[in-house]
């Protein structure tokens, strides 16, 4: 059956395959391989110049488990793999263990789980010894195929009594993980440099092999473990006396929590809009982090408040934008108009805590301010966020799976005036920090952010009762659009 499964798979394969996707990708990795080599050969003489206090193969672990974070956010949007069989699969004799196996096959061979290994091995073999390329591909491979049994098991998982413990399991591997490469880099990278204690070439490069074989040696445990709860898993109506749950693209019961979710990996729009939102302000708020460019605007960053609320801003200007396309069985639902507002406000606090996560870098390795972090996260969504639940009252219906390219359909008038209310706050933010002590704005910019949060559920009641006066009005036009 293992031979049939795949059989079908790799016609689907055929079927499903295009060349224009494939061009492309081919096209933005050879840019990105392109800008990586430019940006290497104009550092080269500068970091030549500079050297290497400590043995550059030592943090060949920590530069594969760096890639976690990304390749999550990676998966979380793009990754689309069975993890259920299809209703005349049912009907055939496959047993779960048949059907696990072809998962696990079907995950180490997907597209997906290579494309970081990659970027991480020729970023390593530009910047590191040669040697340390393979390492950083397979130790890379590793974590990028658990972040994938992972999503697989959450996937599945068909309640909290089974996802809790996935998160609490994930959370310590991921502590292990960074734990062990930090340790290689402080054991191995350090002691090569301390005089007292000389330590020869050969013993550095076997001290990160073997501690990088330690880490693979972890990442292959936790992937049978996942496996094993993942055959024991049951989504489908398989056990006896167990109701069906309907289910979202496998995200769960249905929820409006669970609808903004999806909403934003369905639509091709939103999808590509916040990612690529995402990653250019995350770039540029981790250049910014450079002493001369802080000096240049007096030490306010305000690419950091880009980089935590942006990618919010971009969802929250289409508030009810989507709902619109099926308002008419929305509103038969027991669900206050209030009530998916102060949750959708809360998905977009969500978004902005994923993007302050990701820049926490910047804070443990880059010397940024915590305390400008944390009010710089607080002011975010207190303030930079919550203004824009207003849009709902000027919403158009936009149109989920077209293109976000210069695409300018659910845009009106009044929605491109209400932008302009964004300048404030980043007013706000820009003078407190240019023109008071930092302790100060940390206060003020922290303290609006708490002031806006302890009042949201104010200001959306009375954003949802001047909806509800206009509701004819806005429901006809949408009828229209």
């Not at 059956?1 to 096209?27: A, D, N, Y």
């Not at 398989?238 to 749950?245: G, I, Q, R």
Request: charged content about 10%.
């Amino acid at each position: 059956m293992l031979k049939e499964l795949f059989r079908l798979w790799l016609m689907q394969k055929r079927r499903t395959f295009s060349w224009r996707t494939f061009i492309v990708g081919l096209v933005l990795a050879l840019y990105f391989a392109g800008l990586v080599l430019v940006l290497y050969f104009g550092m080269r003489e500068r970091l030549d110049q500079m050297g290497a206090t400590f043995a550059l193969a030592s943090l060949a672990p920590l530069f594969a488990v760096a890639s976690v974070p990304a390749d999550l956010m990676l998966k979380l949007f793009w990754r689309r793999s069975p993890v259920e069989m299809d209703d005349y699969l049912r009907t055939r004799p496959i047993s779960q263990r048949t059907w696990s196996r072809f998962i696990l096959i079907d995950t180490c061979l997907g597209f997906m789980q290579w494309i970081m290994p990659a970027i991480m091995a020729f970023i390593a073999g530009l910047f590191m010894p040669l040697w340390t390329a393979p390492v950083v591909l397979v130790l890379t491979l590793s974590y990028t195929v658990v972040n994938a049994f992972f999503q697989n098991c959450w996937r599945r998982a068909p309640g909290n009594q089974w996802t809790l413990p996935l998160v609490a399991a994930y959370i310590v591997w991921m502590v292990v993980t960074y734990a062990g490469s930090i340790a290689c880099l402080l054991v191995v990278g350090l002691a090569a440099d301390d005089p007292s204690t000389p330590v020869s070439a050969s013993a550095t490069n076997c001290g990160v092999v073997v501690s990088s074989a330690a880490l693979l040696i972890i990442n292959v445990c936790t992937c049978a473990a996942l496996m094993a709860y993942f055959t024991r898993l049951r989504n489908h109506n398989e056990e006896e006396h167990t109701p069906v749950h309907v289910s979202a693209k496998s995200l769960g019961e249905v929820s409006v929590w669970s609808i903004e979710w999806v909403q934003l990996m369905r639509s091709k729009r939103l999808r590509v809009s916040v990612i690529t939102i995402a990653v250019v302000f995350l770039i540029n708020t981790y250049l910014q982090q450079n002493p001369e460019i802080q000096d240049d605007f007096n030490g306010v960053n305000l690419m950091l408040l880009f980089g935590i609320a942006f990618p919010s801003i971009i969802v929250a200007q289409w508030v009810l934008g989507i709902e619109a396309n099926y308002f008419s069985g929305i509103w038969t639902k027991p669900w206050p108009l209030e009530g998916i507002l102060r949750r959708k406000f809360v998905f977009l606090c969500g978004l902005c805590v994923l993007m302050a996560l990701l820049i926490l870098p910047c804070v443990v390795f880059m010397g940024m301010n915590f305390w400008m972090w944390l009010s710089t996260l607080l002011f975010g969504c207190g303030v930079f966020v919550l203004p824009f639940m207003a849009t709902c009252l000027y919403s158009s219906r936009m149109d989920l799976f077209a293109s976000a390219f210069f695409n300018y359909q659910g845009g009106n008038k009044q929605l491109n005036i209400f932008s302009f209310v964004m300048f404030i706050p980043m007013g706000i933010y820009f003078a407190a920090y240019f023109l008071l002590p930092s302790v100060w704005a940390h206060v003020i910019i922290g303290g609006l952010g708490i002031i806006g949060l302890a009042l949201h559920r104010v200001y959306i009641h009375w954003v949802a009762s001047l909806w509800f006066r206009r509701r004819y009005e806005i429901m006809e036009r949408w009828l229209t659009e």
